[in-house]
């Protein structure tokens, strides 16, 4: 049943101006007219001058975007509610409001309210270190990608450790951010969303899989999410047309971390958080070593090398150690820290690195060429670097 459009779109005007308001997207147009712009998002966010809205306009491909405090905000929000869209999609701090007008001209409406005790949090500063769920796991959008309870807490704990090591936002451009290894794009379309608040975000996902790249692709263009877009390449191939400030792969494949890590170090990423997965390069190489895994290393490693399980536990430890170090030998601050409780996921080791330019600490080269002597091993990221 339709309702009259001027109530529902009322409605729509407290949200958007109301205090609970979270996100909105106004997109597609009514019969016979055409908006000044195909979509337009809103996003609250809270600054060190209070509470803002972020109004981004897609013109083509150049996104338009004012950031408004209250008083600016009302007339924007008159003058976009007297647009001729077609749908105005809400979110807010009680749930969603979804509007369609009709072919009669009426609207359809669609409310869906929010467990009081499931309310997210207002929007957060950018500072703010206070421990609650970045997007509620309830958040709409983890229901749009499909994401089951353990990738919830994965994203929401990788947004936590990615809030420590964000740089701050550029004055004149949107931050550039890339998810290698993509899949379905849970991690960056939470991380998209997540770092919209501070400001404009361009956000682009790769992956190999032209499958999950096109439903990626359908599904942005569905919620109506703006400024994110996915390429199919592989993570070591793939190069933008400028170099990202952000660089985060969650479970990319084996060496795709490698290669993630090693494009990050070259494009002079400002950060760079992996969360690698399949450790299989450097068990390649020792048990190529047929019969000799144990043998060929010396006495202080081999009670580490002769159970399989034992040997596989080492080596993961090493390649993500030695990883660590090269990116420290190549001017980033690294740390090693848990991802998540490891009930969630068993590859729960995040690497964070943050570009200082500063000098490697001495003797660091000479550990790295140790430690690969010790094992016998060569890896892949010290040859992508090299
Ligand atoms: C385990 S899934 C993780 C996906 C996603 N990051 C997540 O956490 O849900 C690994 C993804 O990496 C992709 N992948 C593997 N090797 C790759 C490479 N060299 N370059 C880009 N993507 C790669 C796979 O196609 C797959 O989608």
């Not at 975007?65 to 929000?77: E, G, I, M, N, S």
């Not at 991380?191 to 501070?198: G, M």
């Not at 190069?239 to 952000?246: G, H, I, L, M, N």
Request: proline fraction near 6%.
């Amino acid at each position: 049943m339709g309702e009259p459009l001027a109530t529902a779109l009322a409605e729509v005007r407290d949200l958007l101006l109301g205090d609970g308001l979270l996100r909105a997207v106004a997109a597609g147009r009514r019969r016979g007219a055409q908006p000044s712009a195909p979509r337009v998002e809103l996003r609250a966010v809270t600054v060190s001058a209070g509470r803002r809205v972020v109004v981004t306009e897609r013109h083509e491909r150049v996104p338009l975007t004012r950031t408004l405090d209250a008083a600016a905000l009302v007339p924007a929000v008159d003058a976009l509610l007297a647009e001729p869209f077609g749908n105005w999609h809400v979110e807010h701090a009680g749930g969603t409001l979804q509007l369609r007008v009709t072919k009669r001209g009426e609207a359809q409406v669609h409310r869906s309210s929010r467990a009081a005790d499931d309310a997210p949090a207002a929007p957060a500063a950018s500072h703010d270190r206070a421990k609650q769920h970045r997007l509620p796991p309830d958040d709409p959008l983890f229901d749009a990608v499909g994401a089951g309870a353990a990738k919830r807490r994965q994203v929401d704990a990788f947004l936590g450790r990615l809030d420590d090591v964000v740089p701050a936002q550029p004055a004149d451009r949107p931050l550039r951010v890339v998810d290698l290894g993509c899949g379905n794009a849970y991690l960056t379309l939470a991380a998209h969303r997540w770092l919209s608040r501070r400001g404009p975000v361009e956000t682009v996902g790769v992956d190999v899989r032209d499958d999950v790249i096109a439903r990626n692709t359908e599904l942005v263009g569905r919620i109506g999410e703006t400024g994110v877009r996915f390429v199919v390449d592989s993570a070591g191939r793939w190069e933008p047309d400028a170099a990202p400030d952000v660089v985060l792969a969650l479970h990319a494949c084996d060496t795709a971390t490698d290669e993630a890590l090693a494009q990050a170090v070259g494009w002079g990423a400002r950060a760079v958080l992996a969360a690698p997965c399949c450790h299989k390069d450097l068990r390649r190489q020792v048990d190529a070593r047929a019969g000799h895994a144990v043998d060929g290393a010396g006495a202080a490693l081999r009670p580490m090398l002769r159970d399989g399980i034992l040997r596989s536990r080492l080596l993961d430890t090493a390649t993500d150690a030695l990883r660590a170090d090269l990116l420290r030998l190549h001017g980033y601050r690294t740390d090693a820290v848990e991802l998540v409780d490891p009930e969630h996921t068993p590859r729960n080791t995040l690497l964070r690195a943050v570009r200082t330019g500063a000098a490697a600490p001495a003797g660091l080269a000479e550990e790295v060429e140790a430690t690969c002597a010790a094992l016998g091993v060569r890896p892949r990221l010290a040859d992508l670097l090299a």
